[in-house]
């Protein structure tokens, strides 16, 4: 059953186009991943299905009702997580989710049964007292997502539930959300490859356009050309990412934080080509061969990781 | 509409009792120029006035509490909600959007009528003295709500016409100060220039001042000549009408800013 239909949405705040022609539906129980880097549109599209904004042109339904005309009926289905936290500063834990439980209409010994397994769960019960100015930003997230989590609703609009977050502390996020909200459909914004493969089905948006769309095993199989090497240095060289771009395929180069990563038809080859010619630039460099991931297929899908 | 005003009542009312800046500005501050009013402005004035002098200062310093909490610190929050993303979230529950500011505004309130009866305890702990009994203060009382009524309508008017909470404050900062100076929130009315005093009972924060002032302190009309009565019925009804109106138009600003974030497009 469908449970979020987009058809043919566009958005624009007078300058250019945010989204373009997006076509989507997520099925009930899916969880579905947009990918994109920062203002690829996937904030916005957030906004449009939580019924904070509406489309330029187009529609959407949860569950049949029409965001614009019946938005008050779509509301009653999800649950969003902005990016902002939402927060008040000078509540504790404990007291932001009251405030937020009042609002969705549960009852105090409702809600406060439910934010005891959830900060108990979250590892947040001992911090529920405190007032959240006294939060780390991961203890922010994590009662964000509490609060995402309280009403219990069937579909859940996250937009970068754990940005910002180490990538330990998102991964550990990501896996007590998982664990929250099975059977539940779910929309969730990333920037980072990795959070993306533990959904179902992964949607690559850039420049407001979806670019392809499919489970994260067949997006890298259908997109990532070659092998990838993860060629590592200390200081970044100009001269030798223009070495590194016209060994790689397509001369497509994706920078990371530790150096850059190559996609090369023979790996062992590359490897020692790069390695020769570092070593005649005075570069110390070393050269992890790694398994494609998620971000590669972007980077092939869109022709660039823009 | 009753589950969204209790929940931010709560709220507003906890955020105000909590934020530092909020009790220093309302509270701590106006006892401060009370202090400092007591014993160095009201100095020269002779014995036998004294303490209604100091009764006088006491309700402009009420007044400037109350209009610090609506002007700046009711902006202050809404700015910093906004910012926060508090907005977005909303606009995404199935709520209503009256229920929020009929919150807000309870809450202030709350908080705005124990910051008064802080300011007022220390005044007459200090010796301030007022010509009314019980009946007069119940009658005072209304006009308390609509000084703060009319004060959140410019602090709801300049949250939702400011972008950035940084100057939200620094601008509900300065018509607080500049508004409070010119309309005898600060000086006593008879010291204004005629321009001034015109503005000041028009002003709708000081015009619910005068009133308050008309029925707790009589007898400061006769002494320092007013020139005109607070007490009668047009002027009362100004007051409460000018205090509604500021409201209403902070209000529809307020419900204004909202749709238009909620339906960009």
Same mark, same amino acid.
């Given at each position: 059953m469908?449970?979020?239909e ?14 373009q ?65 939402a ?23 409702e ?17 529920a ?6 939060y780390?930003k ?41 664990k ?18 533990i ?53 497509l ?40 991931s ?13 | ?5 209790e ?25 401060f ?8 402005f ?27 909490? !609506?002007? /700046? ?6 700015a ?13 529950? %199935? ?17 705005? #009528? ?9 005044? /007459?702990g ?11 203060? /119940?009658?005072?009382? %209304? ?5 703060? #009524? ?24 300065t018509?607080? /100060? ?5 309309? !005898? ?6 010291? #204004? %220039? ?23 302190? %009589? ?7 007013? !020139? ?21 138009? !902070? ?15």
């Open positions: 469908r449970e979020v987009v058809e043919d949405v566009w958005k624009t705040y007078g300058q250019g186009w945010v989204l022609s997006i076509n989507l539906t997520v099925e009930r129980g899916e969880f579905l991943a947009v990918m994109g880097p920062n203002g690829s549109g996937k904030s916005t599209l957030a906004k449009i299905l939580a019924t904070v904004e509406v489309p330029t042109r187009g529609r959407v339904s949860i569950r049949g009702c029409d965001t614009i005309s019946d938005s008050k009926g779509a509301r009653e289905w999800l649950s969003y997580l902005p990016e902002e936290h927060l008040s500063k000078y509540l504790t834990g404990m007291e932001n989710i009251l405030f937020f439980g009042r609002l969705y209409g549960l009852g105090k010994g809600i406060v049964a439910r934010a005891r397994e959830l900060l108990e769960e979250f590892g947040l019960r001992e911090h007292g405190k007032q959240v100015g006294r780390s991961g203890m922010r997230q994590k009662l964000s997502t509490i609060i995402a989590l309280l009403p219990q609703k069937p579909i859940m609009i996250l937009d970068e539930p754990a940005a910002g977050l180490d990538p330990l502390a998102r991964r550990e996020l990501l896996s007590l959300l998982l929250r909200v099975e059977g539940s459909t779910i929309l969730m914004n990333t920037h980072v490859g990795e959070d993306a493969e959904a179902g089905r992964v949607v690559f948006l850039s420049r407001g356009r979806i670019v392809a769309a499919g489970r994260p095993d067949e997006l890298r199989q259908r997109f990532v050309k070659g092998e990838v090497l993860h060629v590592k240095l200390p200081v970044k060289s100009d001269k030798l990412e223009g070495l590194l771009k016209s060994i790689s395929t397509g001369s180069l994706r920078v990371t934080g530790e150096g850059y990563r190559v996609y090369v038809g023979d790996a062992d080859e590359a490897a020692k080509e790069i390695s020769e010619k570092s070593r005649e630039l005075g570069l110390k460099v070393s050269i992890v061969r790694e398994e494609p998620l971000e590669d297929a972007y980077v092939f899908a869109v022709g660039g990781y823009d | 509409m009753i589950r969204e005003a929940a931010f009542t709560i709220r507003q009312f906890m955020e105000q009792v909590r934020s530092p800046a909020n009790l220093f500005w309302t509270v701590v501050w106006p006892i120029w009370l202090l400092l009013g007591f014993y160095i009201l100095a020269g004035i002779p014995e036998a006035g004294v303490a209604y002098a100091r009764g006088s200062m006491t309700i402009q310093m009420v007044a400037f509490g109350l209009a610090t909490l !609506g002007m /700046v610190s009711l902006a202050g929050s809404i910093a909600d906004r910012e926060g993303g508090l907005y977005l979230k909303l606009s995404s529950m %199935p709520i209503s959007a009256s229920g929020e500011m009929l919150g807000r505004l309870l809450g202030s309130l709350i908080f705005g #009528l124990m910051a008064a009866a802080a300011i007022t305890a220390i005044g /007459v200090l010796g301030s003295k007022f010509e009314a009994g019980l009946s007069d203060a /119940v009658k005072a009382a %209304p006009f308390f709500i609509t000084l703060l #009524l009319s004060a959140a309508g410019i602090g709801l008017t300049i949250a939702n016409l400011v972008k950035r909470a940084n100057a939200v404050t620094g601008i509900g900062v018509l607080l /100060v500049a508004g409070s100076a010119v309309s !005898g929130i600060f000086t006593p009315y008879p010291f #204004l %220039p005629e321009t001034l005093k015109t503005f000041s009972r028009l002003y709708p924060v000081s015009s619910s001042m005068h009133v308050i002032k008309r029925i707790l302190l %009589p007898s400061e009309f006769n002494t320092m000549r007013y !020139g005109f009565d607070p007490l009668e019925s047009h002027y009362i009804a100004y007051a409460i009408m000018a205090s509604i109106a500021t409201l209403a138009v !902070g209000l529809i600003i307020h419900s204004a800013a909202r749709i238009r974030r909620a339906r960009t497009l």
